[in-house]
């Protein structure tokens, strides 16, 4: 009788354990050979034949495309510097410099990656049409309502993620440093 | 007894441990929302389809960059190799392989492609090596890749730097083509 019990405690206790694991790592996007650059965090073996199984677990889960390693490389932001996740009815100022690439595109998303709808129609910037100073630099204004220059309206919603695509870079698999790949910093500016 | 519970505890982890390897092993062919599902229903099989752009209310997958316009071929390759043709747009163009669970084998660029179009063959190993030798020579100037699956996605994006440019892009794209090259009489 014991044994019957202990046995199925342990089948239990073992497919809570199994599948919980399972579930915390797809749903937090779990993979290896991440390359993080300040805010910034890009998985490079996720657009070639090298994926690791968890990121392959996660694209299918979500139904996603990598960008594969010719065409480019994504890197994902979904928190700031303390951890805390982008909040839409904050605002954000993204400036500095990006990596060598002949085209990055930079775009807003919610947490499941769609599009979040607002006035102006903008979910995003190419580097074919950022507003610069005269030294090259961008700031892109990220805030509920309208501001001068870079605008990317949040629509306001509880929580954003941001992805900063490179396409035709050197950044990949190799990149080790952030001297390689220096990342505009993204600096937050208070809530309304 | 603490013995015996702490044994049984163990059991568990290493059960559960086996349970999570397996799931997430398992999870690529038991996706049902993945992205070749997705495209199933409005990618016809080895025909080139432009995809609706994304929008807030609508998109074919998530984080789908709204800056490129981007067609789909929808690949089976089982009754032969597949002909890929498209022309450059201005911008930017890639083409990027992806197996039946989404996994990039192989990506391209205009640059790297080099052309003003981009011209590949698609082929499973086996029907690369059953190539004729005197085809092999003369296909020395295309560009053959190898599927590792007889199914899957080829993705061509091509860039519009700016909102006004997306019209062009999506018209770059509409002269793309894929099919199956019609087979020769041994």
Known sequence: ????????????????????????????????????????????????????????????????????????VAFY?????????????????????????????FTLYDPDGRLVANTIDRHGFTSAEIVRDADGRFTINIAPRAR?????????????????RLYDTPIGVATRTTKEGPMPAIVPKGCS | MILRAFLWVLGALVLGGIVHLSTVLAM???AKQDAYARLAPVAPVNTMT????????????????????????????????????????????SVTFYTRNSVAYYAINDRAA???AIELDLMTAE?????P????????????????????????????????????ARRALAAAQCRIEPQQKP
């Not at chain 1, 700031?80 to 690439?101: H, N, Q, V």
């Not at chain 2, 995809?51 to 032969?80: T, W």
């Open chain 2, 133 to 168: 030798e005197e085809e092999v020579v003369t296909a020395a100037d295309r560009l053959i890749i190898e599927s590792p699956t007889t199914t899957g996605l080829i993705v061509l994006r091509a860039l519009a730097a700016e909102p006004g440019l997306m019209a062009m």
């Open chain 1, 1 to 72: 009788m014991r044994l019957f019990f202990g046995s199925c405690f342990t089948l239990v206790l073992a497919a809570a354990i199994g599948l919980g694991a399972t579930w915390l790592t797809l749903t937090r996007g779990v993979a290896f050979g991440a390359l993080t650059i300040g805010a910034w965090t890009a998985w490079p073996r996720s657009g070639s034949v090298d994926i690791d199984p968890y990121a392959r677990a996660t694209i299918a889960r979500t139904g996603e495309l990598p960008v594969g390693t010719g065409d480019g």
């Open chain 2, 50 to 93: 432009t995809l609706a752009p994304p929008s807030a209310q609508a998109s074919v997958m998530p984080f789908m960059d709204p800056a490129f316009a981007v067609a789909v071929c929808r690949y089976d390759i089982s009754s032969g190799p597949l002909k890929l043709n498209a022309p450059v747009s201005q911008a930017y163009t």
């Open chain 2, 28 to 30: 690529p062919q038991a």
């Open chain 2, 114 to 116: 080099g052309r003003r």
């Open chain 1, 148 to 164: 001068p220059g870079n605008w990317l309206p949040t629509g306001g919603i509880e929580q954003f993620v941001l992805v900063w």
């Open chain 1, 77 to 105: 932001a979904r928190t700031d510097a303390a951890g805390k996740p982008f909040d839409g009815r904050c605002s954000f100022a993204i400036s500095g410099i990006t990596p060598a690439a002949r085209f990055w595109t």
């Open chain 2, 127 to 131: 029907q690369h090596a059953q190539m």
